[in-house]
């Protein structure tokens, strides 16, 4: 049995809907609404990629007031590392789109390689880390295919 709860992967999976939808409307859609869907990917794809970042914040909230961990990840670089996407996606918006989107598709990656050996500070049940890993891999996968295809279309394609 999955401990991910019903609710949380119908949510998890419903937040590809932006991405899947308006990587569609970049290549499909005419002029302007090709352009204004590829900056409103850029925004949804930020705002996802700080989210991503901001759940160690949230990991970590939980554990203050407790015993110091005397680990340094929870101790200090977890706190950084929850910052440094949402900065990175923030800088993304303020260049050329495709060169934004393919920087947030790669900071996607990034993290869920990070996230990957630092979940299990915040997991104490292995089943469940394994779990909300599958749901993040497909997720993370999907959303930066979708950013990269965006970036592509209009760098080669509508070119």
């Known amino acids: 049995m999955n401990p991910i709860p019903p609710l949380l992967q119908k949510l998890a999976y419903a937040g590809l809907i932006p991405f899947i939808g308006l990587a569609l409307m970049v290549q ?3 002029t302007p609404l090709n352009y204004l869907s590829a900056e409103s990917l850029a925004g949804y794809g930020a705002v996802i990629t700080a989210f991503m970042g901001a759940l160690h914040w949230g990991a970590n909230l939980h554990t203050l007031g407790k015993a110091p961990s005397g680990d340094r990840w929870i101790d200090r670089n977890a706190w950084i590392w929850g910052v440094i996407p949402a ?18 598709a790669s900071t996607l990656i990034i993290q869920r390689n990070i ?17 909300f890993m599958t749901i993040r891999n497909r997720l993370t996968y ?10 592509i279309v209009i760098l080669f394609i509508q070119a």
Not at 145 to 151: F, S
């Open 28 to 30: 499909l859609a005419p």
């Open 87 to 104: 900065l990175v996606a923030w800088l993304a918006l303020h260049i050329y789109i495709p060169v934004g989107l393919l920087i947030m």
């Open 115 to 131: 996230d990957q050996n630092t979940y299990q500070y915040y997991f104490s049940d292995e089943v469940a880390r394994s779990a």
């Open 142 to 151: 999907i959303a930066a295919a979708c950013l990269t295809w965006a970036a």
